[in-house]
Each structure stands twice: as C-alpha cells, then as structure tokens.
C-alpha cells in the first residue's frame, strides 16, 4: 500500500503519517522525490488503516499498489505519455524510427549511416559509443570520440541521438552530446545508474533485461520516476529462453501488456531481438502490427565488416525498402485499431 | 548423411548399398515410405563415402543432412508447399483463418459460432472434440458426438473442419469425420502418433512442442513425412519461458526461421499462444505482418462461460472486427514482401 | 473441489451427488476408476457446498483440491508409497539403482553390463528396446528382440528390469518380459497412454517432461492414478533452460518440492540430465544427499561405441566406484535427516 | 586468439605486435592489466599468423581463446585457486560456510546471529547494508551504519565478512569495513563495476546473473581479473527457468562445469536458490556433494520477521543441525572423489 503526499505536504505531516502507520505495527519505507513523497507500507496492512489515514493532514491519496508500483500505471497518470526526445516525440500518432549502427566505428561510418537514415524519414539515431560487450577483449566502444561524431550528425541532419551509458561516467558524458540516454538490458536492475539517471532531466530509454518479468521491467522504470525523471521509453529486445534458432526470443507480448498497465512508451528493437539479418523485416513489421510506439534498428554500410553485431544489421537498401514498408503497416494498423478498442 | 533411392530402387539395391556403407566401417538405418527409401549412415562418415555410393544401381541422392532432416526442406522441395484442406488450401496467396471454440460443447455452441466463421469469410473451422487437458478432473471433450457436430458445421456452412486427436483411436474417428487432423503440442514427440498420421491420407496440422527447438519441429514433420504423408501444415502456439505476463510466449521469429529452411506451410495460434483475450488481436496482426500462411483463433458465443479457456477466446465481434483488419495487414505485407526477398 | 465417494457407494449416490451439485449452479466431471468414484465439481463453488453435500449418501470425504491433484497426495495418503518392483522395492529405506545401457544394442553388451550392474548390488537393471529418438533416421530400437535380451538379464541375474514403452502396443509388450514400464519425458503429457498404463497391474517410472512444472508432473501421476495403478515411481531427469554447458538443468530441488505434497518417491537420472560423462558422478552425489528415492544411470562397456547418448554413459569401472560412492552418501545423508526433519 | 606479452615486455614491443596483425589483415583489441598485456586479435585469423607472432620480440605466449576468455583457465593457471578472505581461505581442502542474515537490520540481528554462526564453525558471516531490491518502495539496506554493525561481528567474533556492493561508491564504503565484496546477480554484467573491484586488492565474490550462460559467467570473472584482480570466487544462486515450485532453479550442474575449465573458487547459496525454507537443508547437503568449495546459507533469529527475504531464512536450529550435516557429507564427498579423479 501506498501512501501518496501531496505536493505541499510538509515534514511533519510527512511525520505523523510514517508514525501513525508503525504504531498500528506497521513499517514504512519513505521516497522522496523532486515532485513529492510516497510512503509505502509494508507487511500486509488490510483495508482499515485506510480510514486512518486518509483523513490525516498532507495525504493526497492511498493506492493498494499489489504489484508495488504505481507511477509508470495509467492509475497514476491516465493518458499516454508522449516523451519528447530531442526536437521529436515518442508515443505519439507518429511512429518512431531509430536507426543506425551497433557501434560508432568512424566518422565515416556514422556520417553514410545517417544520410540514409534521415532521408528515410526517421528522426532518431541510434549508435554506441559505450559497448557493453561480454568479453573484455572484445571491441568497447570509442567513447567521447564516438559521441563527438554522434553530436556531428545532430547538427548536419537533424536527427535526435539516442545512446548507452553503462555507468555515471558515462551518463555525464551522454548528457552532454545525445538526446536520449539508452540503459541497456544487461543493467535494468542496475539500481544505482537507475536513481542516477533519475536525478536527471534526460529522457532514458530503458531496455528490458535478458530474463525480466513485466513487472521487474515496469519497476525498473518506477525506480527511475521514483527519483523524478518521468521521460522514460521502455524497449523490448527480446528474451533469453531455451529457443537458438534466434539470438534472443523476441517477445511481442510484452507490447499489449504494458500499455495494459503503463502510460509509458514501448518500442521494438528487432535487431538485437533476433540477431539474424533475414528475420530483421519480418519481425520489425510484427513489431509494428503488434502496436509498438516504434522500432530500434541496426543500419550499416557494410554489416560483414561491423565491429559489433554485424550478423543482424541491415544494409542501407534493406532499411530504405523495411522502413516504407513499415509505415504502411502503422497506417492500416492504427486506423483499424481505434475501432477494436475495447 | 542420407542415401535417397530411387523410387524403383529394388531391395537387393538397398541392400547393396547397406553393405558397401557397412563395410566401410558405418551403421546405417533404413527408413522405407510408401514412395521411396531413405538410408541414414551414421557415425560421422567424410566425403569419400559419396564416392563409393553415388554410382551404385538404385542410388538417387545422396545428402549431407547435417540436421538429419531432408524431407522438410528447400532442398528436397524446391517450391512452396500448398495444403490442400478439403475445399480449400493452406500455404498459397491467401490468408488462412482457421476459427472456432476450443473445445466443443454443444450443438446449438458450435452452430452459432460456425455462422458467424463463416460469414467472415473464413473457410476452416476449428473445435476440439478430445482435450488433452493438464488434470484427468477437467472436461475432456465430447469425443464422437463433438465430431458429428463438427460434420454438421461443415455440411451446414462449408467450412472445412480441423480438429485434435490425441491417440490412434481418435485419429480414426477424425478421419470419418474432418479435412485434417491435429497434433497437438503435447504429442509433438509422440512418435508413435506422429508414424501413425504419417501412413494415413489426411492432412496433419502438428503444433510445436511447448518446449520444441526450431530442429526438434522440423524433425517431427520429418518424422510424419518419412512415412509417406507430406501433407502437414506447422503451427506456432507460443513456447513455455519464464515470462509469465502471458501464458505462453508466442515465438514468432520461428515463422521466417521456418521458412528460410522448409517448404511447409506455417499458421499461428495467439489465442493459446498468449492465453488473455486482450492480447489475441494484437498478436494475430503481428502474426500476419510477420508472414505466417495463417491464424488459428478461438471465437465463443460467450467466452466467460467456457468450459476450457474461456479467458482468451474472442467474442463474435471482436473476432468479427479483428478478421477484417488482418485482411487488410495481409494486404499491405504480402505486396511489399514481393519486392524485399533477398 | 473434489467428492470423493466411498467404495461401496452404489450408482444411484453417484447419481444424486451430481444432481445436487448442478441444481447448484456446478458443472462436475466424473471420473470412476477400479476402486471407486470422484467426482470433480468445476466452477469456484465456496465453502457452502460442502454442508449440501457431505451428508448424502455414499459420500466419503470432501476435499479441496486447489491444484486439481489429490491421490498423489499425502492427504490422500498419508505414509509413504513404497513401489514393489519385481523382487525389490523402491521408496523404502534402501537407495533404489536403476543402472544400464541406453539402449539394448546386442545380448553381449546387456549381458555384459548386467554382469557389472549385478555384481555391484544393484536390483534394477535398464536398457530401452524401444527409443524415443528426435529424428526418424537414428537407431529406433530393437524393439521386442530387445526385451527378450531384457529377459534373459532378469532371468541370469536377479535383476529387475525396467524399460520405457511409447505406445499401447509397446506397453502390452514391456508387460511381457519386465517388471516395470517407463513413460518417458516425450510423453510425460500423453494423456491417452497414461489412461492405458493406468488400468493395468504393473508399476510405472513416469519421467517428468522437458518444460513440466511441479503440478503438471503430478497431474500427469494423478491421470494413472485416476484409473486404479497407484504403483509409480517419479523420475527426475533435467528440464530445458537457455544453459547449454549441459543437455540439461538437472532440477534437484524437486525432490524436496515432491517429498512436500506427495507419498509417491521419486528417483533421479543424472545421466540423462547431464549428458555428459564427468558430470555424472557429481551430479549422482548430489541427487542422494537431496534426499532422492534413487538414481537412473547409463552404463555402458564402450560408451564411445554406444549407438544412442554414448557421451553420457559411465564405464564400467567409473559405475562401480560411484556406486560405493552413493552408497556412502546415503548412509550419512538418511541418518542426519532423521533428525532434522520439521 | 590472444597474444599474451611478457610481464617486461616494452610499448614499443607491444606495438610491433599490433602493427604485425593489423598488416596481416586482423583488428586488435589491447587489455593492459597492472601485471601484464594481453593483445586480442579479432577477425578468425588462422593458424599461420602464429609463426609471424611468437618470435616477436615481448611475445610470452600465443592462445587459441575460443571462449574469449584465457585468465579464468586452467590452462592459465593450473593449479587450483585458494583464495584468502580475512584470516580464512575459500578453495582450499575446508568447506566454506558463508552465514547470516539477507539484511542488515540491526546490532542486535546481527550480533545474535553472528553468536550462533561462530559457535558453529563457520568462517564468514554474510549480511547485506545495500539491498537490491527489485522495488524502489522495498528496504533497502541501512548503509554505512550496516557496515559498521558488520565491522563490529569481525572484531567480536573473528568471522570474516562478505557484503554486497552495487556501485563504485558502495565499493568503496564495503573496503573499509568488509574482508570480501560481493557483486550480486543483477550486477553480474555491470562491466563498468566488474572493471572497478578488478583495480582493487579485495577479495570478490561473484554471483551468477539469473540467466548467465556458463561462458558469460566466467567472461564476468574475466572482466575482473583482466584488471589485475585475481582473488575471484564465484557463487551459484540459481537461474531463472519456466519452473516455479522454487524462486529460482539451483543449477548444480555448473559446479563440475566451472571446475572442468577453471582455477576459480565455486560456492552454492541454496537460499536464494530456492528461496524456500523446507529446501535449503536438502539442497545444501546436495550442494557439497557435488563438489562445491561452500556455502552461503541465510540464518535469521526470526525468520518471520525479516525484513528482506524471511521465507527463505533458516532458524539457529536448523542451520546448527544442517552445519554439522554438510560436514559430514564433505567428509564422505572429499574422501571418496580423490579416488574417482579421472
């Protein structure tokens, strides 16, 4: 059970709150926000500590939050939420493309991948500059460097930035260049990059981790509006399961399910999700059809040549012919969809 | 590594062909269909071995079958497979809908439903007579008075009828009854059934396992195959994983991963494959942007009142609605795809 | 809810039961097996019921089955099941050792590893004539040869033999020459076979599925069960997970998980649930100290030669060091438990 | 492959290596570690680019690193690693027994936990001041006071502390007071934190994430140790699979399989493996059966009233009763598996 403040509460109405609750043998565990203060209550407490409090000073409402979380659900904020990522949207009418390589190779790499991209008619850019990679000896990225040729495509094309820190470090550097911090699957529960991230005032593409459940994902980002930063986009990349004739098993579900719950934005990325060129269109289309707010896609010059990834990127021709293709689908999807809602 | 013999193979061909493998230091296993025999040498032989078979009297073709699988594949059938299903096909330029209850319960159920299939325009109806159901206390299907009914439904409306056999008897009674018969995903590795359906003239809809790799599907269309009976459409029906947010997770990677190595039709079920009705729209329309020959879905005059999965079968409207915008997906994916195929 | 009835209840008292509890408002499926009759009432009934029902005549007990499972419980059953298989018993005190070829390859090979199995004071001796392979073209068996092998083992040696059917005919088969008929994982959710094995007199070793839960095994126990055999024996053999380091995630902790609702023992299979010879031992080890019932091993005289899973079986002289070895673990293992038991 | 230099080996030396393979057509990728470098040739080159390299002048040791990973080998150090935490060692011939409580809570908690700890034998005291938890709105650990709780059992008790960190700060707090950090599950592909306990002289305990494959387990150990810090001991805890009768799946399979290819350390925590009470005591007992150098065990004075995880804690009786059973089987296990050593 959650006990949400209001804005104006004071410290000591905050006070007498937390004690009332821990002398009807209750414990609290109190966050404070840059907007306001959620006091959650543990151990069970049935229906009758309702009438307790919410009649006390400062209490602006009591929510049973079963699943423990409360800002990423439409409870909370009932409309959709539309992030704004630069000069562009996320979960808009528009669909939202984000494309480009694995990994910031060279200036010429990313400068080709962008004139394609942005004469496509996407608005984002994707590209690492921090790798996580599974091996150390394994290619990490140019950092700064990479970042300095992303903040180039900015100013030549317009496009928006969207890219991975995998620590503070990194975040600060991010902020500096990019429009969109990305924190990849390996650290969705990486709870101090989380609240760092939080503490901000960048809009985070959250990735959902290898084996996490909905609602480990959902509280991954509640970790993140739990410190104030509300600009969170979730991204499916698919899962780890049993299955090896893809990467990763790609997980469309998960995109009914969380606008089921949650105001928040959810994208695609079929790329990582399958890891095989061939199935990148199929499943980009699925992605689409299934109601995604977009796509994240890997685009490179030359995929055999790729530091990173090379096996599933496509080529400039794929991603021109995949991405008029997918606007068709949005078209005859959404227009259809107003009408079945339920 | 397989041996394909000619149709007219003599036995004393087969025979000399055993020996020279034999003698050659490798164990064979013959496998004999109603159209042709196929040898297995196992154990690793290199390539010289093609050289001292490929010029015996009988000797076809011989394949490095590194998954041990031949039937299945682009290489054994170079075109597309187009199933014929009673009066109608799955596997060609049309959508296949497949729509019906789970499970048949009565007469005046499966007639009303059947009305509403078939003024869609769906031409195949679905309805289980036996249930394979997870405790021996649940409802295990009508049994031959569930298939009459299914026989009315087709007589009635023309629809063409595809139902579930769990056993050797049941497949029997289907056979009296339906255009082709099921295996479901418990008993895609029952293969004794799989042989059984693999002497008979009827096509097979064989579901994948909950836990089947990509290999383990193929190789149990190999197994009815090998048999004789090249009529089998695939279905996807969602893999068990650790998500729980449904119940199921529906795989859809395996479509384009099916149809880069097989020639065989394959259809997708979201109504198992999610288990929440809210999520069979969306999952159905990403199945048919992700290029799947068909959709299986589940369609009750009053899903509440089921009595096996109620929870994710469509009402006669939604399923009404939802038929109309995959027609439409279709549509729009089939024309592009053309033009994409690598 | 399950109505158990008592044994001696006429059908009239089955009659009025489930009269009563459809004029209610309850579906209820009736299952009667050898000794007597449950009946299922589907729906949610509440507490209420109960009092219309429990005076009636014929009615034995009430229960409420939340899991649909009652006669694998210890509700139902309140000591432990001890399963006589041919002249020894497994589930008593004694650690139970299942141990054997794979499959029946020749008489030399079962004769020789009999030989081994007996000397070692092993009961039980395994080997499969009719193998349940991936692909129609691996070696399928030697299928009643290789029971009459089987026989001459049982007959020379003392030992008790054990060997897994995949169909009805299979099963009248195995009932002729062995003492115990293994369902194998492929089958675990077989329903119809499990029906069959459930209506005759012979103990049955029911492996659990690659992808089965808790309650999906001991439902597939409750179908046999449900048909009169109460003579089973689980079986533990590794499920499917995305680790690869072994062909399978040998689950141990199943075996407390079973031990904690049901009476039925259980034994382990390390070879199959490894597939890797150097785990097999360790993985043995561990499978007694959890508290298993006893353990399935591969042993075979030329594991290299074996002609299905040779990468798993033990040679002769590593199957006799960890024979001793178990039994050592056993010892230490059931002393110390006594005690600590809650 | 990988170039491993000489610990004396110049820049210029190490130049020349990269320019020799950057002109033969590969990448490189360049780890330099506080004792030596280690040059990554990516690109599959083939055998021959060996006799351009091992006669370069610096060039200690040419590597087939199929895995990628080279320091965690046996084949890098061939002996067994005995890693020393505070005045103990783990890895040694003694088993290891890690106890306490999940969380911090209090000096009381703690004190009397560490009582019974200490009494029993044990070595290590565990107990968590930073809590990762999967809500924002959970306990989540009390920090440096923690800490300081924990500093205050080693000086009573003379117990060794392991305690959990999640970032550089939390790294940097647990030096002062602990003898070992522990990088949990969820941080177990946090690289950026890898690579920082990697530059420090603290012992590490490394848990694996929840869905690590084998490789990716010991590529983490990799990332630590290619910064210099070899004193690494890695912790099973469970995977995440379909199953749900416990709160993870125990893979004790990978204790043979880490001890195959490793030097490393390998401890089971069977308490949040399973996250049962009733289990810990049989999958303890199974875990050093298998092979396991320790154990972690959480150890609550009362179970039902902690604040983090007390479903699965073990009372002081159970875990006094279960410490001199795990002894026990060590005995038996250790004595017996010298002689099976193959």
């Not at 494309?99 to 394609?116: D, F, M, N």
């Not at 990225?141 to 470090?169: H, Y």
């Given at each position: 059970m959650l006990v949400i403040m209001k804005k104006e509460a004071s410290k000591?109405?905050?006070?007498?709150?937390?004690?009332t609750i821990n002398r009807l043998g209750f414990c609290t565990n109190t966050v404070k926000n840059s907007t306001r203060t959620i006091i959650s209550i543990t151990g069970n407490p049935d229906q009758a500590i309702v009438y307790y409090l919410e009649n006390l000073p400062g209490v602006a409402e009591i929510i049973k939050a079963t699943k423990s979380y409360i800002l990423v659900t439409k409870q909370f904020h009932s409309g959709k939420s539309v992030i704004k990522v630069g000069s562009a949207e996320i979960g808009g009418s528009e669909l939202a493309?984000?494309?480009?390589?694995?990994a910031v190779e060279s200036k010429e790499q990313v400068l080709k991948t962008a004139a394609v991209v942005?004469?496509?008619g996407a608005k984002f850019f994707r590209g690492g500059a921090f790798k996580p990679r599974t091996s150390p000896y394994s290619f990490q990225g140019l950092g700064e460097d990479g970042l300095k040729m992303l903040a180039e495509v900015r100013e030549r094309f317009g496009l928006n930035i969207i890219t991975e820190a995998m620590d503070e470090r990194g975040v600060d550097l991010v902020i500096k260049y990019a429009d969109c911090v990305q924190i990849g699957a390996r650290n969705m529960q990486n709870f101090s990059l989380l609240k760092y991230v939080g503490r901000l005032n960048i809009p985070v593409l959250l990735k959902?981790?290898?084996?996490?459940?909905?609602?480990?994902?959902?509280l991954a980002a509640e970790y993140i509006m739990s410190e104030g930063n509300h600009n969170i986009i979730l991204c499916e990349r698919g899962i780890r399961?049993?299955?090896?004739?893809a990467r990763n098993t790609l997980d469309l579900s998960i995109v009914p399910a969380v606008q089921n719950i949650s105001h928040l934005p959810i994208v695609v990325d079929p790329s990582h999700g399958t890891g095989?060129?061939?199935?990148?269109?199929?499943?980009a289309k699925a992605s689409v059809a299934v109601g995604a707010d977009g796509l994240m896609l890997e685009v490179h010059p030359c995929p055999e040549e790729a530091l990173c990834d090379g096996a599933q990127a496509l080529t400039f021709d794929q991603y021109t012919k995949l991405y008029e293709e997918v606007l068709e689908i949005r078209k005859v999807s959404c227009e259809k969809t107003a009408n079945l809602t339920m």
């Amino acid at each position: 059970m959650l006990v949400i403040m209001k804005k104006e509460a004071s410290k000591e109405e905050v006070c007498l709150v937390e004690q009332t609750i821990n002398r009807l043998g209750f414990c609290t565990n109190t966050v404070k926000n840059s907007t306001r203060t959620i006091i959650s209550i543990t151990g069970n407490p049935d229906q009758a500590i309702v009438y307790y409090l919410e009649n006390l000073p400062g209490v602006a409402e009591i929510i049973k939050a079963t699943k423990s979380y409360i800002l990423v659900t439409k409870q909370f904020h009932s409309g959709k939420s539309v992030i704004k990522v630069g000069s562009a949207e996320i979960g808009g009418s528009e669909l939202a493309v984000i494309a480009g390589p694995c990994a910031v190779e060279s200036k010429e790499q990313v400068l080709k991948t962008a004139a394609v991209v942005a004469k496509s008619g996407a608005k984002f850019f994707r590209g690492g500059a921090f790798k996580p990679r599974t091996s150390p000896y394994s290619f990490q990225g140019l950092g700064e460097d990479g970042l300095k040729m992303l903040a180039e495509v900015r100013e030549r094309f317009g496009l928006n930035i969207i890219t991975e820190a995998m620590d503070e470090r990194g975040v600060d550097l991010v902020i500096k260049y990019a429009d969109c911090v990305q924190i990849g699957a390996r650290n969705m529960q990486n709870f101090s990059l989380l609240k760092y991230v939080g503490r901000l005032n960048i809009p985070v593409l959250l990735k959902r981790g290898m084996s996490a459940t909905l609602d480990e994902f959902l509280l991954a980002a509640e970790y993140i509006m739990s410190e104030g930063n509300h600009n969170i986009i979730l991204c499916e990349r698919g899962i780890r399961t049993f299955s090896t004739h893809a990467r990763n098993t790609l997980d469309l579900s998960i995109v009914p399910a969380v606008q089921n719950i949650s105001h928040l934005p959810i994208v695609v990325d079929p790329s990582h999700g399958t890891g095989r060129n061939y199935m990148v269109a199929p499943l980009a289309k699925a992605s689409v059809a299934v109601g995604a707010d977009g796509l994240m896609l890997e685009v490179h010059p030359c995929p055999e040549e790729a530091l990173c990834d090379g096996a599933q990127a496509l080529t400039f021709d794929q991603y021109t012919k995949l991405y008029e293709e997918v606007l068709e689908i949005r078209k005859v999807s959404c227009e259809k969809t107003a009408n079945l809602t339920m």
